[in-house]
C-alpha cells in the first residue's frame, strides 16, 4: 500500500544534540511538507518542498534545516538552535489534479529533549 | 496569511447526537480541506472541498466561499468520532490550519 513512513515513532534528545527524523512516501507525490504540532495546538508549517532539490521555509523553520535529494524523501533535522524542540512532528505529502488537492499525512514523531 | 478560526474549541457529545463543527477564514480561497486527528496522533483527511456540499457517509460538509465558511456535520456520532477537527486552507501553496476541535463522543 502507498503512504507515508516516518521513523522513529519516539525519539528522546540531549539539549545540544542534532537529531534527524526521517520521511519516506511512495505516492509518488511531488510536494513534501514538515509540520510541528504542540499540545493542544493547530499544525505549524516548517518546510517544505515542491520539487525535488528544492524546498522552502514555513512559518517556524528557525532552528531546523531539511533536505530533498530524492522524490521519495524529506528528512528533518532539529539542530541545537532550536530551543524548544519537544514536539509532535508530521509530515506529508500531496498531489494536485483537477478535482482534488490531497494531502497524506505520516504517523508522527514524537521528540522529547531530555 | 490566511487567518483560520475554529468554532468550537472543545465539543462533548453523547453517541448518537448530531453536530456541527465551524471554520471560518479571512480571505477567498480556493482549497479547504478537512482533517480528523485520531487519539494517536494519526491526521486523516475527511474531505476536499472547496466550494459547495459532500457526504461520506455520517459525515458531511459545507463550504460557502462567498461568506468565507465551512461546515462539518457529524450525525449519529459514535466514539470512534472522537479526536480533534482541523479545517486547513491552502494558501501561497502551503496548508494552513485552525487551532481544531476537540471532540469527545461518551458511551
Redesign the interface.
Known amino acids: 500500500d502507498g503512504g507515508i513512513t516516518q521513523s522513529p515513532k519516539y525519539l528522546f534528545r540531549k539539549e545540544g544534540q542534532n537529531v534527524t527524523l526521517s520521511c519516506e512516501q511512495n505516492l509518488n507525490h511531488d510536494a513534501m511538507?514538515w509540520?510541528r504540532?504542540d499540545p493542544?495546538?493547530?499544525?505549524?508549517?516548517i518546510y517544505?518542498s515542491?520539487i525535488v532539490n528544492d524546498f522552502q521555509k514555513?512559518?517556524i523553520a528557525e532552528g531546523y534545516s531539511v533536505s530533498r535529494e530524492k522524490k521519495e524523501s524529506f528528512p528533518l533535522t532539529v539542530t541545537s538552535a532550536q530551543k524548544n524542540p519537544t514536539a509532535?512532528y508530521?509530515c506529508?505529502s500531496?498531489i494536485r489534479t483537477a478535482t482534488?488537492?490531497?494531502?497524506?499525512?505520516g504517523?508522527?514523531t514524537?521528540l522529547t529533549v531530555v | 496569511g490566511i487567518q483560520v478560526e475554529q468554532s468550537p474549541p472543545d465539543l462533548i457529545l453523547q453517541e448518537g447526537a448530531n453536530s456541527t463543527l465551524r471554520c471560518n477564514f479571512s480571505d477567498s480561497v480556493n482549497n479547504l480541506q478537512w482533517f480528523h486527528q485520531n487519539p494517536w496522533g494519526q491526521l486523516i483527511n475527511l474531505f476536499y472541498i472547496p466550494s459547495g456540499t459532500k457526504q461520506n457517509g455520517r459525515l458531511s460538509a459545507t463550504t460557502v466561499a462567498t461568506e468565507r465558511y465551512s461546515l462539518l456535520y457529524i450525525s449519529s456520532s459514535q466514539t470512534t468520532d472522537s479526536g480533534v477537527y482541523f479545517c486547513a486552507v491552502v494558501g501561497w501553496g502551503k496548508l494552513q490550519f485552525g487551532a481544531g476541535t476537540q471532540v469527545v463522543v461518551t458511551p
Do not use: E, H
Open positions: 511538507y509540520y504540532q493542544g495546538q493547530g499544525l505549524r508549517l517544505y515542491q514555513g512559518d509532535f508530521l506529508a500531496s482534488n488537492y490531497g494531502y497524506t499525512f504517523s508522527g514524537r
